[in-house]
């Protein structure tokens, strides 16, 4: 096996707690190389999710930033989300109709392979990974 | 003014029924200006019932699930059946992804 087909490609990027955040972040993931398409459109759900619930239940400083990691191996894709807000948990259960909230964890939860959430200074850090399914 | 993201509402009346196209990504961005668009043109119509077409939606999370949902009720409230045209595509993977696909009804 090649260099190239062993190495992992890490990408970083900050982003103001601001509604517009959710599509820059969504760029990133489609900057993954050697992924295969299904999966970025999952992981962009994902990390769509991730942030949009660091914007709405995070800090109201606009320095206080949301950083996003993404880290591709040639069989897993990793990524965390961190924040600067108060504690949160991922619902258990599926969303009920006119209920509001709990949609975006739950939908994360089921497209990726594995989440987890945790407490990291004066934030969340909420990790995830994901693979190919198999066909 | 920062941008708030790309969609497109698109309102088309034929006899009965008004067909509401949205194009875009539909996710936080955009969440609150696409419902009051939807709910104005639903305010404004004597038609008897709506298409919510999404067809051509090229990006959709919760925030714009909820939107969805949020048309629905506001066409409920007046009295107005709301039905979606969703081929094979991001909105259809998340519905089922939701598990929230009988919520709606459908073209």
């Given at each position: 096996m090649?260099?190239?087909?062993?190495?992992?490609?890490?990408?970083?990027?900050?982003l103001p707690s601001h509604p517009v955040s959710v599509a820059a972040?969504?760029?990133?993931?489609?900057?993954?190389?050697?992924?295969?398409?299904?999966?970025?459109?999952?992981?962009?759900?994902?990390?769509?999710?991730?942030?949009?619930?660091?914007?709405r239940h995070g800090s109201l400083n606009v320095e206080d930033l949301i950083e996003l990691e993404l880290e591709a191996t040639p069989t897993v894709?990793?990524?965390?989300?961190?924040?600067?807000?108060?504690?949160?948990?991922?619902?258990?259960?599926?969303?009920?109709?006119?209920?509001?909230?709990?949609f975006g964890l739950f939908i994360s939860r089921k497209l990726a392979d594995s989440l987890t959430i945790g407490r990291s200074g004066t934030g969340n850090e909420v990790w995830f990974t994901a693979t190919p399914r198999a066909s | 003014?920062?941008?708030?993201?790309?969609?497109?509402?698109?309102?088309?009346?034929?006899?009965?029924?008004?067909?509401v196209s949205l194009a875009g990504e539909l996710d936080i961005a955009v969440e609150q200006e696409l419902v009051a668009r939807v709910r104005e043109a639903i305010a404004e119509t004597?038609?008897?019932?709506?298409?919510l077409d999404v067809a051509t939606v090229s990006f959709i999370d919760s925030s714009g699930l909820r939107a969805l949902l949020m048309c629905r009720d506001a066409a409920q409230a007046r009295g107005l059946?709301?039905?979606?045209?969703?081929?094979?595509?991001p909105v259809r993977r998340l519905l089922d992804v939701a598990g929230v696909a009988a919520w709606f009804d459908y073209e």
């Amino acid at each position: 096996m090649s260099e190239s087909e062993t190495e992992s490609f890490r990408l970083r990027l900050s982003l103001p707690s601001h509604p517009v955040s959710v599509a820059a972040a969504r760029s990133l993931v489609r900057a993954l190389p050697r992924t295969p398409d299904e999966l970025l459109g999952e992981i962009e759900i994902i990390v769509s999710e991730l942030v949009t619930n660091a914007i709405r239940h995070g800090s109201l400083n606009v320095e206080d930033l949301i950083e996003l990691e993404l880290e591709a191996t040639p069989t897993v894709v990793r990524g965390c989300v961190r924040d600067h807000g108060a504690p949160f948990s991922i619902p258990d259960a599926p969303p009920i109709d006119g209920e509001d909230g709990g949609f975006g964890l739950f939908i994360s939860r089921k497209l990726a392979d594995s989440l987890t959430i945790g407490r990291s200074g004066t934030g969340n850090e909420v990790w995830f990974t994901a693979t190919p399914r198999a066909s | 003014m920062i941008h708030e993201g790309t969609f497109t509402v698109e309102v088309e009346r034929t006899g009965e029924i008004l067909r509401v196209s949205l194009a875009g990504e539909l996710d936080i961005a955009v969440e609150q200006e696409l419902v009051a668009r939807v709910r104005e043109a639903i305010a404004e119509t004597d038609a008897r019932s709506v298409v919510l077409d999404v067809a051509t939606v090229s990006f959709i999370d919760s925030s714009g699930l909820r939107a969805l949902l949020m048309c629905r009720d506001a066409a409920q409230a007046r009295g107005l059946a709301l039905v979606l045209a969703v081929p094979d595509g991001p909105v259809r993977r998340l519905l089922d992804v939701a598990g929230v696909a009988a919520w709606f009804d459908y073209e």
